[in-house]
């Protein structure tokens, strides 16, 4: 089967640090998602892409976050500056849109410490 | 302002009984909804949706069922399978557009043999 691959799976490091997060999407599919679990907000939407073109970013804090897809195969997540509060598992999911089902990644585990 | 919630943090089920999951949302908008499973350490995994043109579908032990004037939907799993013991989460998103899915909180449900 298919499935969305993220890098790393866990990461540790100290505020301030910049923190790169890694997808890539089921070959073939055309939307891109982000979202971020934690225990106060559960699953959240961050951003997401459509044929590679970022569509919305609303979920995101603008000031450290960012979002890009330099090509079909890869969709990163960047955090910089790093803070404790970012925190939490994230999630990469792609899909073809439409009424066809959103699959997602393993995640990345994130600390900051 | 939560959208999409699901009341029941926890459900325990005897094994070979019926396991009843259920949600509620707020944005009459919506017409396209999901349920999820999810392991521990694992992404989300599609398991059944429904648009807002059926009432109900099936695929083999899961039913989801959608009551559009009671803004309710409900997940039945029968017979329930110790393999079934997982967090189940329901989302919803316009077909339309943005595809952008409202998680539920989760429920966790425990199948005890």
């Known amino acids: 089967d298919a499935r969305v691959t993220q890098t790393p799976r866990h990461k540790v490091t100290e505020m301030g640090q910049e923190v790169t997060m890694r997808c890539q999407p089921i070959?073939?599919?055309?939307?891109v998602f982000w979202y971020r679990q934690t225990m106060m907000q559960g699953l959240e939407l961050l951003a997401y892409?459509?044929?590679?073109?970022?569509?919305?970013d609303s979920g995101m804090p603008k000031d450290r976050f960012s979002a890009e897809m330099p090509d079909a195969t890869l969709a990163t997540l960047k955090i910089q500056p790093s803070e404790p509060r970012d925190s939490a598992v994230y999630f990469c999911?792609?899909?073809?849109?439409?009424?066809?089902?959103?699959?997602f990644g393993d995640g990345t585990r994130l600390s900051i410490l | 302002d939560q959208q999409v919630k699901q009341n029941s943090p926890s459900l325990s089920v005897q094994e070979g009984r019926i396991s009843i999951l259920n949600c509620d949302y707020t944005?009459?908008?919506?017409?396209?909804f999901l349920w999820y499973k999810k392991y521990p350490a694992e992404g989300p995994t599609f398991l059944i949706s429904?648009?807002?043109?059926?009432d109900k579908n099936e695929d083999g032990r899961f039913t989801v069922f959608l009551n559009k004037s009671a803004k309710h939907l409900s997940l039945h799993i029968v017979p329930s399978q110790p393999g079934d013991s997982a967090v189940y989460f329901c989302a919803a998103s316009q077909i339309q557009g943005a595809q952008k899915l409202v998680f539920g909180q989760g429920t966790r449900l425990t199948i005890n043999p």
């Open positions: 944005n009459s908008m919506f017409d396209y």
């Open positions: 892409f459509r044929n590679r073109a970022p569509l919305d």
């Open positions: 999911a792609s899909g073809l849109g439409g009424n066809q089902p959103q699959h």
């Open positions: 070959l073939g599919h055309n939307t």
């Open positions: 429904i648009s807002s043109i059926k």
